[in-house]
């Protein structure tokens, strides 16, 4: 089965400065990669997904972009970060059916000070 | 458009009871449902999932959930509830976005158990 491998799983940065978060997936080929957000006390908003390599779709507007320079990587980046963007960020893989299982990376908690 | 909502923000039970954690859907097509556990500070982690076979669905650690279509309904039901169960609960549909499938999420509920 697939693992799902994010880093770092904690980060503290200033508002303004850059963001690099990685996610990498074992077990799997060619899967449907997806970056989620989760803030605190409230559910998982999808912010980015990817059908293949180089192939972004963003579901919300805001301050983050996503890339896939891999069939296995996939990063989640910012320029400036601002206080809003503080939150657990997900990374999950899943196949190419309707039906199939999501499987989640263990997070990496961001907090913009 | 496909959306769920989970009706309660939080439930508590007494360890030992019965657990309910509701789940109303809506889906212009036979929908496929998931419901996750998300424990502190971790990923998610599939309960279970109905595809459109059996209508009672049963996963891990003694969970299960009942398809119900004309109630636009997948509860998720634990007969005893454990210590170890306290967790965030998600239930899940899925929706097609062009040749994409997207897994829209509740709010999620809390399920806190005391001793």
């Known amino acids: 089965s697939q693992t799902i491998h994010q880093w770092p799983a904690t980060l503290v940065q200033p508002v303004g400065s850059p963001l690099s978060l990685e996610c990498t997936v074992e077990?799997?080929?060619?899967?449907?990669l997806y970056w989620y957000r989760q803030a605190a006390g409230r559910g998982l908003q999808l912010l980015f997904y990817s059908v293949g390599i180089g192939q972004i779709s963003s579901e919300v507007p805001q301050n983050l972009s996503a890339s896939r320079p891999q069939d296995r990587q996939f990063i989640l980046s910012s320029k400036k970060l601002l206080l809003s963007d503080s939150g657990f960020y997900l990374c999950a893989c899943g196949g190419l059916a309707g039906t199939d299982t999501q499987y989640f990376g263990p997070g990496t908690r961001l907090t913009v000070l | 458009a496909q959306s769920v909502t989970q009706l309660d923000s939080h439930v508590s039970v007494s360890e030992g009871t019965p657990v309910l954690l509701r789940c109303n859907y809506s889906s212009s097509y036979s929908p496929s449902l998931f419901w996750y556990v998300q424990h502190p500070n971790k990923g998610l982690q599939l309960l279970l999932k109905?595809?459109?076979?059996?209508?009672l669905v049963k996963g891990i650690n003694g969970f299960e959930a009942e398809f119900k279509k004309s109630e636009t309904s997948f509860h998720l039901t634990k007969p005893s509830a454990h210590m170890s169960d306290a967790a965030e609960y998600f239930c899940v549909v899925i929706k097609q976005s062009g040749g994409s499938y997207i897994p829209t999420f509740g709010r999620g509920t809390s399920l806190i158990v005391h001793p």
């Open positions: 077990g799997t080929s060619n899967p449907n």
């Open positions: 109905y595809t459109s076979a059996a209508t």
